[in-house]
C-alpha cells in the first residue's frame, strides 16, 4: 500500500505561481511512477503530468507544458509540481497519483491522494 499527501494548494491571482508537494509513504517510494491529475467543477478528472522514479517525465502538453514542472526527490519520498503563469483555467482540485501505468499521453494509476484546491483569480 502507497499513501499520498497532498500540500501546497491554494489562492493566487492570475500569473502567479504555486507549488504542490505530495509525500508518499508505505512502499519504497524509488520504484513506481507518480503523478499529478486536477479535477475542476462540472469537469472530468484530467491528466496533467507524471514522472518515472528514474527522472522521465511527460506533461498534458494541450493544457500545461511550458507552465508546469513536475520533479520528485527520492530521498524525500516527495514529488513536486511547479505551476507557473497560472490561469483561471487553472483551477481545480489536484491530485497526487502513485503506481499503475504510464504511456506517452496517459496515466492510469493504482494509488490517490485526496488532493488539494488551488484557485487562481482573474
Known amino acids: 500500500q502507497v499513501q499520498l499527501v497532498e500540500s501546497g494548494g491554494g489562492l493566487v491571482q492570475a500569473g502567479g505561481s504555486l507549488r504542490l508537494s505530495c509525500v508518499a509513504s508505505g512502499r519504497t517510494f524509488p520504484r513506481y511512477p507518480m503523478g499529478w491529475f486536477r479535477q475542476a467543477p462540472g469537469r472530468e478528472r484530467e491528466f496533467v503530468a507524471w514522472?518515472?522514479?528514474?527522472?522521465?517525465?511527460?506533461y498534458n502538453s494541450y493544457s500545461v507544458k511550458g507552465r508546469f514542472t513536475i520533479s520528485r526527490d527520492n530521498a524525500k519520498n516527495t514529488m513536486y509540481l511547479q505551476m507557473n503563469s497560472l490561469k483561471p483555467e487553472d483551477t481545480a482540485v489536484y491530485y497526487c497519483?502513485?503506481?499503475?501505468?504510464?504511456?506517452?499521453?496517459?496515466?492510469?494509476?493504482?494509488?490517490w491522494g485526496q488532493g488539494t484546491q488551488v484557485t487562481v483569480s482573474s
Open positions: 514522472i518515472r522514479w528514474s527522472g522521465e517525465s511527460t
Open positions: 497519483a502513485a503506481d499503475g501505468e504510464t504511456g506517452a499521453t496517459y496515466y492510469y494509476p493504482t494509488y
